[in-house]
Structures are given as structure tokens and as C-alpha cells.
T-cell receptor, first 113, second 112 residues
């Protein structure tokens, strides 16, 4: 069975600074990979996804993620964080041709002025 | 399209009561899902369905039941509410294996 680890429970970043959120997965082959964002009291919104091909994936709101097979990682990055990016971020994994997702426990991003 | 809708938004139950959380989608998606979200624990899959008349257990199915009589609706039933079922419940749908899960806004349930 697949699993996802998000090592950081909380991260605080200054507004305008760069951001990297870590995600490591466990799966025997290359899975489908996703990043979702959840603002307080809201549902989950998809930021980006990786199925195959180019390992650098562009998403919405200026986010990108890079799939590194050798490290079993799919880290999320943003070059300059805005106060509105403060939210909880979830990495998720699914086997190819999936029907179910497995989520990490989430990383809460705090943005300081 | 309304996407995935959930009702109610909030509910307080007493221990032992029952209720049904409603979920509907208007995207003609075959796959639908119920998750629960607890603080610091991410989302856990309760039940899912790959089409009308077909349901299967997820990671945490105990205390819940589902049915899928139509493509659009996927209600989640709590028969004997317990404090451990206090959580935020999310419904999601998926159009196909190359697609993305779309989430509803959630139902916040408190069992006292």
C-alpha cells in the first residue's frame, strides 16, 4: 500500500520569501502525485498534479512541484510567498489508474509580515 | 455546474442519534468518495463508490454506511453516533483515472 509523509507540521515564512514544502511517498512504482491546499473552513483545492512526463509541474497560484524518483519526493515550491498563501497544504498519492487517494497529514503554512 | 455539494454544513448530534450526510455532484462522475478530516491527521477515506450500485470500504469504515442508487448522489449514514465521529466530513468525486478528485465544502459534525 502507498503512504505519504509530510515531515513538517508547521512552517513559517516571511512574506516575499521563497517556500518549499516537503513530501515523500512510498510506493513500488511511479505513482500519481498531487498537492492540494485548504484554507480555513474550506474544502480542498487542487494546486497541481503529476502523472507522467516532465518532472517539473506548474500549478495554479504560482506554485510548482518537482518529482524526483531517486528521492521518492514531490516537493512543492513557490518563489515568493504572499500573505494569502497561508493555509494547510496536503500532498497525496495514488497508484496509476487510481481510484483512491492517500493523503499526507498536511503542513500548515504561516506567513509573517 | 455546482460541482460537489454537501448538506448540512454544520450539525450537532447527541450520542446514539443517527443522521445522513448528503452529497451530490452534477459532473456525471462515476467515482465518489467520503473522507473524514481530524486535526493533524490529514484525510482518511471512509467509503467510496465506482458507480451506481457499487460501494467499497476505505481505511476507516466502522460506524458508517453508504449507498449509491444514482450516479449523482452518495449519502453517508451514521447509525449510532459516537464522540469519536466528531470530525469534518468531505465528499469528493472523480471523473476518470486521468482526472482529479473534486471536493465538496465539507460538513462539520459534533457528537456530544
Amino acid at each position: 500500500a502507498q503512504s505519504v509523509t509530510q515531515p513538517d507540521i508547521h512552517i513559517t515564512v516571511s512574506e516575499g520569501a521563497s517556500l518549499e514544502l516537503r513530501c515523500n511517498y512510498s510506493y513500488g512504482a511511479t505513482p500519481y502525485l498531487f498537492w492540494y491546499v485548504q484554507s480555513p473552513g474550506q474544502g480542498l483545492q487542487l494546486l497541481l498534479k503529476y502523472f507522467s512526463g516532465d518532472t517539473l509541474v506548474q500549478g495554479i497560484k504560482g506554485f510548482e512541484a518537482e518529482f524526483k524518483r531517486s528521492q521518492s519526493s514531490f516537493n512543492l515550491r513557490k518563489p515568493s510567498v504572499h500573505w494569502s498563501d497561508a493555509a494547510e497544504y496536503f500532498c497525496a498519492v495514488a497508484p496509476p489508474g487510481y481510484s483512491t487517494l492517500t493523503f499526507g497529514k498536511g503542513t500548515m503554512l504561516l506567513v509573517s509580515p | 455546474n455546482a460541482g460537489v455539494t454537501q448538506t448540512p454544513k454544520f450539525r450537532i448530534l447527541k450520542i446514539g442519534q443517527s443522521m445522513t450526510l448528503q452529497c451530490a455532484q452534477d459532473m456525471n462522475h462515476n467515482y465518489m468518495y467520503w473522507y473524514r478530516q481530524d486535526p493533524g491527521m490529514g484525510l482518511k477515506l471512509i467509503y467510496y463508490s465506482v458507480g451506481a450500485g457499487i460501494t467499497d470500504k476505505g481505511e476507516v469504515p466502522n460506524g458508517y454506511n453508504v449507498s449509491r442508487s444514482t450516479t449523482e448522489d452518495f449519502p453517508l449514514r451514521l447509525e449510532l453516533a459516537a464522540p469519536s465521529q466528531t470530525s469534518v466530513y468531505f465528499c469528493a468525486s472523480l471523473g476518470g483515472s486521468a482526472d482529479t478528485q473534486y471536493f465538496g465544502p465539507g460538513t462539520r459534525l459534533t457528537v456530544l
